[in-house]
């Protein structure tokens, strides 16, 4: 284990030229791993009075299914909070606790005066559309929450029902990944993606409990959203076309600003109940990046091309520290990283193209992920769905706590969510992060089907 941490180490230490991980930290744990997801069983169901929204527990995530297209946002939302509240009765005092975890680490210094967290919360939630608004409002009354303002003092408020929605937004997040391979890269010749989602578990890794799969059905609007319950935004998601989209964290040291702002995570809802291509919907995102709290990266593939939105906020621009641009496997790179493969794309927190703000120069958690990343996919002739999953727990877990790895691996310790979409035979996977915390070799579940890919004869 010392070789491989002074390895990594050493590799992430660079000034100029491509990082090289020079070791491994492999678990020595084998499972044969198919292409095929479990299938998670049933253990408990729950469907609101009025038919609009429909809960299944396995034990492992929530199941959720509201039906938009047969009643108001307001309604559904007010349904999908009721029936929270029988299938999951902790989640309203379990959900509070969590999100001051959150709100004390974007404000460190801040000590019984939080009106600058109300404040950006309550000019976002203006911004939103009012359909996202009117699900919110009912989903707060469904709950049974009444009090109001922010708080630490464990009963959950209609303000910190508002955070929950806007996390990304007004207080970010963890690290993140994803990696995309077609043509060559895969056995079929159709797309298979991957995206790795590090997210904040809470004390007594709470969030574990809360994972859910969120099927909103409105017609041609219909999407899937893989995230935590009772939470409305996009971390992930996938609509019927199959078009994927997902949130990356950029930090690009910029001021923040509330003024003229939207959220980003319910603009990537937006898109995918907007669009059927992933070239359309990552422009939409590049040109509304102006508006947007911080910077970031947006994963999208739709099983034909894959992209990166590279989204600068405004404050990034104004300081010259970056721009926005819709990367794809064509767009120049920094000069001093390396990706060998054409058939595939890679992301990690920080942008890449050409002259854009560089993340990965002297931080070894972007630059040695990146690396391996770029190793693995080299050295593999071609994947198929079993093979990712092999490739993407290849990795000893390194249990360091949050954010505080001292082997950056690919595989990490606050890793909530992994999903893995395989577009020649239309599968959404996921492995779900369970109160044990991350394990080596999770088990992957059939979460959603999309459209096989048209080469897929």
Known sequence: MLNCVMAMVLAASF??????????????????????????????EY??????????????????????????????????????????PEYVSSMEPYLWENIRCAFPFATNEFTGVEKRVRALYDTLDIKY????????????????????????SIEEVMVAQMIPDCLRQGACSGLSLWGSKTDTGDMLAVRCLEWRFGKDNS????????????????????????????????NDKGL????????????????????????????LETFDNAKDAGNYMVDNSDSYTYSHNIMLTDGKEAYCAEDACAQAKEDGKAYSILRD????????????????????????????????????SNAVRFAKYNKWVKETKSFNMAKLKETMTQESVDANGFASNVVQNVHRDDMAQMILLDYHNGNVQAAFTGVEGVVDKPVFYEVEKIPVSQNNN
């Open 47 to 88: 469907t609101s009075p009025d038919g609009l929204c429909n809960i299944k527990y396995n034990g492992i995530y929530y199941d959720v299914t509201l039906y938009e297209e047969e009643a108001s946002p307001y309604d559904v939302g007010i349904a999908y909070g009721k029936a929270i509240n029988e299938i999951y």
């Open 133 to 156: 608004k009117r699900e919110i409002d009912g989903l707060t009354t469904g709950l049974g929450v009444k009090d109001r303002g922010l708080k630490p003092d464990g009963v959950l």
């Open 244 to 271: 994927f989209a997902a949130i990356i964290d950029v930090g690009t040291d910029q001021k923040y600003s509330d003024k003229g702002k939207i959220c980003y995570s319910f603009e990537t809802r937006h898109i």
């Open 15 to 44: 000034l100029a030229g491509p990082v090289k991980p020079i070791d491994n930290c492999n678990t020595k744990e084998k499972v044969k791993y198919t292409d095929e997801g479990t299938k998670a069983k049933v253990i408990s």
């Open 207 to 238: 969030m574990c409990k809360a994972h859910s799969v969120l099927h909103i059905k409105e017609g041609d609007r219909s999407i899937t959203s893989i995230g935590f319950l009772g939470l409305l935004d996009v971390i992930s998601g996938v």
């Open 329 to 364: 496997n064509k767009t120049p790179i920094m000069k001093d990283i390396k990706w060998d493969s054409p058939d595939s794309l890679c992301i990690v927190n920080s942008y890449v193209s050409k002259g854009n703000f560089d993340l990965m120069t002297g931080n070894k």
